[in-house]
């Protein structure tokens, strides 16, 4: 299966950016729909954006749209999540995921997460 490593989280005031990298091992990486998961304090992890195997689609949570960009490069085999004038709200953990359309929700394909990357946002 994909193995897969965040990074590019810390610690960030309100207003401000950060842009997350998730590196994939294996040569199957184009080929898979890639996604942002984020899992807030006390909160259950929930999808935040998602990209097609091509590229050329995206999809995002309406809480994020207009402020986060997802995006791929396949030649690095690495997905990016480029957050601007970020929330409070936004604070979590955040994780990528091969993913999958299920009963109109976005899921992760596989039962496998990543560490996951730690973003903090001040007010």
């Known amino acids: 299966q994909v193995q897969l490593v965040e990074s590019g989280g810390g610690l960030v005031q309100a207003g401000g950016s950060l842009r997350l990298s998730c590196a994939a091992s294996?040569?199957?990486?184009?080929?898979?729909?890639m996604g942002w998961f984020r899992q807030a304090p006390g909160k259950e992890r929930e999808f935040v954006a998602a990209?097609?195997?091509?590229?050329?689609?995206?999809y995002y949570t309406d809480s994020v749209k207009g402020r986060f960009t997802i995006s791929r490069d396949d030649a690095k085999n690495t997905v990016y999540l480029q957050m601007n004038s970020l929330k409070p709200e936004d604070t979590a953990v955040y994780y990528c995921a091969v993913v999958m359309r299920a009963a109109s929700k976005w899921e992760n394909a596989s039962d496998y997460w990543g560490q996951g990357t730690r973003v903090t946002v001040s007010s």
């Open positions: 990209i097609s195997a091509s590229g050329r689609t995206t």
């Open positions: 294996g040569r199957s990486f184009s080929s898979y729909f």
